[in-house]
T-cell receptor, first 117, second 116 residues
């Protein structure tokens, strides 16, 4: 079963506007972590933000914030004041935590964001 | 710069050949992970090493193998290459590789493999 779902293959936003990239996840584990990574056209994967399942507050990192709605199992990434350099693929990922042994980081299929001037 | 170094950046080879991809983790990181990114499969976990020992295996083909050396660098060996093996191969590292949910992975810039 798909554990991470990103339903938006592509998103467009104008410079300086805010944009929300959707991510829903599926797990029965009460302990898990959610990550967002950015992949620019150059190819590297850049860590953006992390949210733990037990965190009381939504995570924020500069212009990035995570709209974490635990009951709905969603972890949407909000980018405020978009910049041209934000144009990239964005991946949501999850690691479950309660099992024994290694728990891999599972990625969604990504959303391509294009920021226009 | 994530601190994870992958070489080479690009690799072009023919079907049936064997290649080796190399990864140096961030200083202090003990775990190395290999991921494959292709258009049809997305980002797929291949294998993880922790301090020289294999820790977990994912969707890694039998034609592929990896190892982590005493200096913690890792190599991914791909043999009997097929057209479908063309992909971007990422190495990532983390401090411990334990199950902690908040352990971030730091990725290298990847090796783009093209099998012709």
């Amino acid at each position: 079963a798909q554990k991470i779902t990103q339903t938006q293959p592509g998103m467009f936003v104008q410079e300086k506007e805010a944009v929300t990239l959707d991510c829903t996840y599926d797990t029965s584990d009460p302990s898990y972590g959610l990550f967002w990574y950015k992949q620019p056209s150059s190819g590297e994967m850049i860590f953006l933000i992390y949210q733990g399942s037990y965190d009381q507050q939504n995570a924020t990192e500069g212009r990035y914030s995570l709209n974490f709605q635990k009951a709905r199992k969603s972890a949407n990434l909000v980018i405020s004041a978009s910049q041209l350099g934000d144009s990239a693929m964005y991946f949501c990922a999850m690691r479950e935590g309660s099992g024994t042994g290694f728990q891999k980081l599972v990625f969604g299929t990504g959303t391509r964001l294009l920021v226009s001037p | 710069d994530s601190g994870v170094t992958q070489t080479p950046k690009h690799l072009i080879t023919a079907t049936g050949q064997r290649v080796t991809l190399r990864c140096s983790p961030r200083s202090g990181d003990l775990s190395v992970y290999w991921y494959q990114q292709s258009l049809d499969q997305g980002l797929q976990f291949l294998i993880q090493y922790y301090n020289g020992e294999e820790r977990a295996k994912g969707n890694i083909l039998e034609r592929f193998s990896a190892q982590q050396f005493p200096d913690l660098h890792s190599e991914l060996n791909l043999s009997s290459l097929e057209l479908g093996d063309s992909a971007l191969y990422f190495c990532a590292s983390s401090v411990t590789g334990r199950t902690a949910t908040n352990e971030k992975l730091f990725f290298g810039s990847g090796t783009q493999l093209s099998v012709l």
